[in-house]
Every structure is written in structure tokens, then in C-alpha cells.
């Protein structure tokens, strides 16, 4: 929330000085200032965007990144970037994704610093390639044109918004990790997706307890995607 506040704050007042005065006693606000300010100055440099990725040490630093690149880069910068935005974006937890996008909602609801994002002839002319993700983030502070050339490409793809979302295994920093496999099962993939039923029955009370067991999985799959969908509402 603070960083988010701080981006709201107009381009007119000076960071730099706020900043010298916050860093005695607020050394968390100093940071924050510090880091929208460089943020502002390096607009269009695409170089110094791809070292803060890099510099990235946790989740919250590369979810503020990606808030950050898609309020305050330039739409060339976005594009050169597109590779590595693709890869962060379809990373996030579903939790994370809408997260940043209401929060470039709220963003591009404040006219004294919101910037509406122009893509589109990025976009018309196949200039870079963005995930279904990425576009779905960028929608939330695109212009009218961009708008319209992201929707022409998520309306063919909207499977991917489902099938690159991390919703069952996720760590407690929303990142995705593949679960743990039992070394004593022979069906690796079966185990993967639903190991409780992995392996063929053999007698009826087997194929019972088998059956049961599909039943139990496909309940808990399936709520797993009604949970999705709440994400994505």
C-alpha cells in the first residue's frame, strides 16, 4: 500500500527532498521514495528496468516491479521488456495478479499522475508477443485502441489465462513449486495430478475404493476451480 501511494503522488512534487527528510527516522518511506523517484527518471530506459528485475530478492520487490513497469515505463520500454514480463506475470499466484491489477485500477483513477498505456501498434503490428496474462494486466490502464487489440487477442486465447495459472501448488509467497512425489509410485503422472488414485485395482473392494477415491479428487479439482474463477470475476 505504501508503494502504491507514494506512485500516486504528483510528478510536480520533488521525491529527492521528501526523501532526505523522511531518511533520519522513516528509513522504510525513504526507500519507497527513492525507488519511485528512480523509477520516474528512468521512464524510457529499458536497461535499467531489466537490473531492478534482476536485483529482485523477493516476491514483494517483483510484484512492485511489475506494478511499477506497467504505470510508469513507456510503451517501448514494455516491449523490449516483453520476455521477462511474460515470464514474472505468469508466475504470480491468481492472488497476486488481481492484486496488481486492481491496484492499476485505482492507479489510472488518479488524473494527476495516471498515463494511459498505448500499445496497440506494438500490438497491430506484432511487434512483441504477450502472454495472455500480461495483456490481461495491461487492459487495466491501456488506451481505447490498445484495449481494443488486446481483447481481439485474449477473446482466441482465454484457455491460457486458465492452463498458466499456478492454483494448486503454490509455496506461502505465491510462487509456484511442483509437489513432492512418492518414490514408491510407478504412475508419475497420475501421482502428480492425483495420487491418492494412482495405479490400476486389482479385486472389487479395490476398484471400490478407487472409484471413491476419483470421486473425492474430481470434488476437490473442481472446487479448485470454482475457486479460480472467484479470482478472476
Not at 14 to 35: C, E, G, M, R
Not at 84 to 103: F, G, M, Q, S, Y
Not at 158 to 168: A, H, M, R
Not at 181 to 186: A, I, V
Amino acid at each position: 500500500m505504501l508503494r502504491q501511494a507514494i506512485a500516486a503522488v504528483p510528478k510536480k512534487v520533488s521525491f529527492p527532498t521528501i526523501a532526505l527528510l523522511a531518511q533520519p527516522k522513516h528509513q522504510v518511506l525513504h526507500a519507497a521514495l527513492i525507488t519511485e523517484s528512480e523509477a520516474r527518471a528512468h521512464r524510457r530506459d529499458p536497461e535499467w528496468w531489466k537490473q531492478q528485475l534482476t536485483d529482485a530478492t523477493d516476491g514483494f520487490m517483483i510484484r512492485h516491479w511489475v506494478f511499477s513497469l506497467l504505470t510508469a515505463a513507456f510503451a517501448p520500454v514494455i516491449v523490449a521488456l516483453a520476455a521477462d514480463l511474460n515470464r514474472t506475470v505468469d508466475e504470480l499466484a491468481p492472488k497476486h495478479n488481481l492484486a496488481i491489477r486492481n491496484a492499476i485500477s485505482a492507479f489510472q483513477r488518479n488524473p494527476s499522475v495516471s498515463r494511459e498505456l498505448a500499445l496497440h501498434d506494438a500490438l497491430r503490428l506484432n511487434q512483441a508477443t504477450f502472454s495472455s496474462r500480461t495483456l490481461w494486466l495491461a487492459r487495466a490502464g491501456a488506451t481505447e485502441a490498445t484495449v481494443e487489440q488486446i481483447d481481439k487477442r485474449i477473446a482466441g486465447r482465454f484457455g491460457e489465462l486458465l492452463t498458466t495459472v499456478p492454483v494448486i501448488y503454490a509455496n506461502s509467497h505465491g510462487f509456484p513449486e511442483k509437489p513432492k512425489q512418492s518414490s514408491s509410485t510407478p504412475s508419475a503422472g497420475i501421482e502428480r495430478h492425483c495420487p491418492r488414485v494412482a495405479g490400476r485395482a486389482r479385486s472389487s473392494s479395490e476398484r471400490s475404493v478407487h472409484n471413491s477415491q476419483r470421486r473425492s479428487c474430481k470434488t476437490r479439482v473442481c472446487g479448485q476451480a470454482t475457486s479460480f474463477k472467484r479470482y478472476w470475476a
